[in-house]
């Protein structure tokens, strides 16, 4: 690794994408997504991608909110269930550590519609340090 650090939140990709800056503290997260006409699939709703980007932005600052140091996240795997369409408005990614080993920590999240509460996906990831 270099000793360059990555773009602050809110900037870079997640700036690129339209992923708020959020927050993040004590291994839990949370971002929003402004899905616009740009995010959205040919049947019309949030692109799964969309919403898969969002799930492991808001995990990684969960992650990443319980290093100390210049330790960065690294995503191992995430599965994520998509429960209904997402839409046209802010979508909500909260996050949360559920379980920190000595090597790996398992992060869930969810997405909800704001507009509607409605939840769209579920997620659990792996993680790791850089």
Request: proline share 5%; net charge negative.
């Given at each position: 690794?270099?000793?360059?650090?990555?773009?602050?939140?809110?900037?870079?990709?997640?700036?690129?994408?339209?992923?708020?800056?959020?927050?993040?503290?004590?291994?839990?997260?949370?971002?929003?997504?402004?899905?616009?006409?740009?995010?959205?699939?040919?049947?019309?709703?949030?692109?799964?991608?969309?919403?898969?980007?969002?799930?492991?932005?808001?995990?990684?600052?969960?992650?990443?909110?319980?290093?100390?140091?210049?330790?960065?996240?690294?995503?191992?795997?995430?599965?994520?269930?998509?429960?209904?369409?997402?839409?046209?408005?802010?979508?909500?990614?909260?996050?949360?550590v559920t379980r920190t080993g000595r090597r790996f920590m398992v992060v869930h999240a969810d997405v909800t519609q704001r507009e509607?509460?409605?939840?769209?996906?579920?997620?659990?990831g792996t993680f790791t340090r850089a």
């Open positions: 690794m270099t000793g360059t650090r990555p773009p602050a939140p809110g900037a870079g990709f997640d700036a690129t994408v339209g992923i708020s800056r959020g927050e993040g503290a004590d291994g839990a997260a949370r971002a929003t997504l402004t899905a616009g006409e740009e995010h959205l699939n040919p049947a019309g709703t949030v692109h799964g991608g969309a919403i898969a980007t969002l799930i492991d932005v808001v995990m990684g600052r969960a992650v990443a909110s319980v290093y100390e140091g210049d330790e960065r996240p690294v995503t191992i795997e995430i599965k994520v269930n998509y429960l209904e369409a997402g839409s046209i408005g802010e979508l909500v990614g909260e996050s949360r509607t509460g409605e939840t769209v996906a579920e997620a659990m």
